[in-house]
Nanobody
C-alpha cells in the first residue's frame, strides 16, 4: 500500500520562503512522476508542479510549473530517500492553500500533468498560510 505524507507547511510572511517535503512509502519513487497540487478555500484543487522520473520517455529532465508559481517554486526529488520537495520562494498571500503531494500513474508528466486523474496516490496535505 502506497502512503504519502507531506510536511513543512506553516504560517509565513509575504516574501518569505518555505520548503515542503513529501515522503512516499510502499513504492520506489524513481519509477514514477511526482506532483504537487494545492487547494485554497472555495477553489478547486490545482496543479502546481510535476517532475517526471529520470527515464521518462517524453519529458526526461523537464519540470512543469503552473504559471502562477513559475520562477518562484522549485520541485526536486531524492530517490534514495523516496522524498519529493517543493521549495517555495517569494511567497504571496495568493499562495495560501493546502498543498498536496501526488504519485503519478506514469513515468512522465506530459501532457496532462495538472489533471488529478494522472495520479494514483495522494497525501493528506500540509497547510501553507502566507500573511501580508
Amino acid at each position: 500500500q502506497v502512503q504519502v505524507v507531506e510536511s513543512g507547511g506553516d504560517l509565513v510572511q509575504a516574501g518569505g520562503s518555505r520548503r515542503l517535503s513529501c515522503v512516499v512509502s510502499g513504492l520506489p519513487i524513481d519509477n514514477v512522476a511526482l506532483g504537487w497540487f494545492r487547494q485554497a478555500p472555495g477553489n478547486e484543487r490545482e496543479g502546481v508542479s510535476c517532475m517526471p522520473n529520470d527515464e521518462a520517455p517524453y519529458d526526461k529532465g523537464i519540470t512543469y510549473y503552473s504559471d502562477s508559481v513559475k520562477g518562484r517554486f522549485t520541485i526536486s526529488r531524492n530517490n534514495t530517500e523516496n522524498t519529493l520537495y517543493l521549495q517555495m520562494n517569494s511567497l504571496e498571500p495568493a499562495d495560501t492553500a493546502m498543498y498536496y503531494c501526488a504519485v503519478g500513474a506514469y513515468r512522465y508528466c506530459t501532457p496532462s500533468w495538472n489533471k488529478e486523474d494522472m495520479y494514483v496516490a495522494w497525501g493528506q496535505g500540509t497547510q501553507v498560510t502566507v500573511s501580508s
